[in-house]
């Protein structure tokens, strides 16, 4: 039932994705709430700077994560808006940092 979920919300990153060497993690929580935890090699942009701060962000796939998936979800909406189209909602961070894991 959670699967269905994830995917009805856009939270399922192919592995493929995960994989890719040139993937890019992007954390959307406040300073504050990166500062308490993150995935290491992440960036730290928040949702409410994502616009601003379009030149920090690469060519290839970007996972985007945040505490639940929600402001995450808007900063996929956010970036597709912009014409990126390699830009995929990684849920929490905290689960999104499981799945690299399990990945190696």
């Not at 979920?5 to 060497?21: C, F, H, N, R, T």
């Not at 912009?82 to 990684?90: D, E, H, I, P, R």
Request: net charge positive; proline share 5%.
């Amino acid at each position: 039932m959670f699967g269905l979920l994830k995917k009805l919300l856009g939270m399922s990153v192919p592995e493929e994705i995960l994989k890719a060497d040139n993937l890019m993690v992007i954390d959307v929580r406040t300073p504050g709430e990166y500062k308490s935890g993150h995935i290491p090699g992440s960036i730290n942009i928040p949702l409410n700077t994502l616009d601003s701060q379009l030149k920090k962000i690469g060519k290839g796939p970007v996972v985007l994560c945040c505490a639940s998936g929600t402001r995450s979800g808007m900063g996929v909406s956010t970036l597709k808006s912009k014409g990126l189209t390699q830009v995929y909602n990684g849920g929490s961070w905290t689960s999104l940092q499981r799945d690299l894991e399990k990945l190696g």
